[in-house]
């Protein structure tokens, strides 16, 4: 079987599990005190072009939603998303089962648009009863979004500055944001995510790590107490040299870029063949997520031999699908797709 599932069914990079093995005899101190977590964390203040950012290392990517939503909103707050957010869609209620609730908005191509989020707050704002309705404390996106497009920097800095407007911090969801970095269609930086957001992380389940994402708050502007408020919600690993081990890695010469793009590189090469064998596509997404509207018999005939991603239907007789590479996914296996498709 072929595996374009998702991208992150591979285990680690060797450079990731090289550095889990060097240090695997040092004693350390537990819950990220350690030397190595302190080493990722400055490179990634570094890398972000904020030294004096405040860094934090947690598991995954849902407990890390939740725990930076749920810390950082009052209690009659929740959170502005577009209708196809990850929170919103692919969360199974966490962030509600914190307490707060999704505010949902209308997307486009899965991205949030600064004037729809402006009306929105206008709109709530102006609407007398605003006081017995659920507050909106901050702003959700992701970069890639879910259907794997990209914001500019120009509709990055308008989204931060409707924020501002209401002062509402703006939270960018990064779990895949290597592969919107190594993107050549973007013109957005790690420095300008850094510059946009008032928290973000950087995903490593999904780009080299076995498992972790780095939170970044670039203007030393993290909630009080906030390595508390992680355990708290169960997002704190006792091992927390796991998860520095493997940033520290990550961010040693550019590895986590280089890597990245090879997710871009074969997308690229995928699309190419879709489109010359003239598959239809849902959206136009230039990461390492490719949308494909499939007619369900040659659905269930591709199944025999490819594992991918069933999306949502498209209409009675076709479905569409997703095809994800990674920073593991080889040349061979996308030319041996191409050959079935």
Request: net charge negative.
């Amino acid at each position: 079987m072929l595996h374009f599932e998702n991208d992150y069914s591979e285990g680690a990079h060797p450079l990731v599990l090289q550095s889990l093995i060097d240090t695997n005899n040092l004693q350390l101190p537990g819950y990220g005190s350690d030397d190595l977590s302190a080493q990722a964390k400055q490179r990634i203040a570094e890398a972000c072009g904020k030294p004096d950012a405040d860094v934090f290392l947690l598991v995954g990517g849902t407990q890390t939603n939740m725990v930076v939503i749920a810390s950082m909103l009052n209690q009659f707050e929740g959170v502005v998303a577009v209708d196809t957010g990850h929170v919103s869609m692919h969360e199974a209620g966490a962030i509600e089962a914190s307490g707060h609730k999704v505010l949902t908005v209308p997307g486009h191509d899965g991205k949030m648009e600064a004037n729809i989020l402006q009306q929105y707050l206008a709109g709530f704002f102006e609407d007398a009863n605003h006081d017995h309705m659920v507050f909106p404390g901050m702003v959700y996106i992701s970069h890639p979004t879910e259907y794997g497009t990209l914001y500019s920097r120009a509709e990055l800095s308008a989204i931060s500055s409707v924020c501002h407007e209401y002062h509402l911090p703006l939270f960018i969801d990064g779990a895949r944001l290597g592969y919107a970095l190594a993107c050549p269609q973007s013109d957005v930086t790690l420095t300008d995510i850094a510059t946009y957001a008032d928290v973000f992380y950087i995903g490593g389940t999904k780009i080299g790590a076995l498992c972790g994402e780095a939170v970044v708050f670039p203007q030393a502007n993290a909630p009080k107490h906030m390595l508390t408020m992680i355990k708290q919600r169960g997002a704190l690993l006792a091992k927390g040299r796991l998860l520095g081990a493997q940033f520290a890695a990550l961010f040693t010469d550019d590895l986590y870029w280089h890597i990245s793009k090879n997710a871009i590189d074969t997308a690229s090469v995928l699309r190419t063949a879709l489109v010359k064998r003239g598959y239809r596509f849902y959206i136009n997404s230039p990461t390492n997520q490719i949308f494909v509207i499939l007619d369900d018999k040659k659905l269930a005939e591709l199944s025999k031999q490819v594992i991918f991603s069933i999306w949502e239907r498209f209409d009675t007789d076709h479905t569409i699908i997703r095809f994800a590479t990674s920073w593991a996914t080889k040349e061979s296996e996308v030319q041996s797709l191409i050959k079935l498709l």
